[in-house]
């Protein structure tokens, strides 16, 4: 398996635009977790799904982030409008449930917003 | 509700010196516990884990025991190498399938 597949690898945007962060699970896993990580706050979760249902939202920052898992091999991260403070590093991971307590990290989407 | 600490890093060591990054965790029940490592530029990968007590969980010449008498999971290794540099995460799984509790992580720095 390719693993965690994340894209893109880096985005360079300007303030007020649109961004979109794409994931692609780990195939036959079940949960799926978007992940922030700064040097200030660390790694925070922002939502993760179960069987591409939102399970529990409450790291989203702010209503500007919205994230969606149309299927089960795909999840984006929308960020609109993009703020200098959303700097950071994005991280999407995956696992499956049946006695899999190991997660999957992709590897990250350096997002800069200028 | 559950949560881990570990200690503050930076940590610079020379090759070959002896490694140990603390890690206690607050939970209910019987948790798994966790080291995760951070490559520069990559995504965590796990190294090494424990699913009960007095559990030794190994990876890499690293090694971490599950203590639940002193809610311990500290990380050691013997002799660090310079490519052992990277960022250490402890974490921890809690009841059903709730998504792990990670620590804030301990950058290392290991110089020649």
């Known amino acids: 398996d390719a693993g965690v597949i994340q894209s893109p690898r880096h985005e360079v945007t300007e303030m007020g635009q649109e961004v979109t962060l794409r994931c692609k699970p780990i195939?036959?896993?079940?949960?799926l977790f978007w992940y922030r990580q700064t040097m200030m706050r660390g790694l925070e979760l922002l939502i993760y799904?179960?069987?591409?249902?939102?399970?529990?939202d409450s790291g989203m920052p702010e209503d500007r982030f919205s994230a969606k898992m149309p299927n089960a091999s795909f999840s984006t991260l929308k960020i609109q409008p993009s703020e200098p403070r959303d700097s950071a590093v994005y991280f999407c991971?995956?696992?499956?449930?049946?006695?899999?307590?190991?997660?999957?990290f992709g590897s990250g989407t350096q997002l800069s917003v200028l | 509700g559950d949560s881990v600490t570990q200690m503050e890093g930076p940590v610079t060591l020379s090759e070959e010196a002896f490694l140990t990054i603390n890690c206690t965790y607050t939970a209910t029940g019987y948790p798994s516990l966790f080291w995760y490592v951070q490559y520069p530029g990559e995504g965590l990968q796990l190294l090494l884990k424990?699913?009960?007590?007095?559990d030794k969980g190994s990876n890499k010449g690293f090694e971490a025991t599950y203590r639940k008498e002193t809610t311990s999971f500290h990380l050691e290794k013997g002799s660090v190498q310079v490519s052992d540099s990277a960022v250490y995460f402890c974490?921890?799984?809690?009841?059903?399938?709730?998504?792990?509790?990670f620590g804030k992580g301990t950058r290392l720095s290991v110089i020649a």
């Open positions: 991971a995956s696992r499956s449930s049946p006695g899999g307590d190991q997660l999957f």
């Open positions: 799904f179960n069987n591409n249902v939102p399970i529990d």
């Open positions: 424990a699913t009960k007590a007095d």
């Open positions: 974490a921890l799984s809690g009841l059903g399938n709730t998504p792990l509790v």
């Open positions: 195939s036959g896993h079940d949960y």
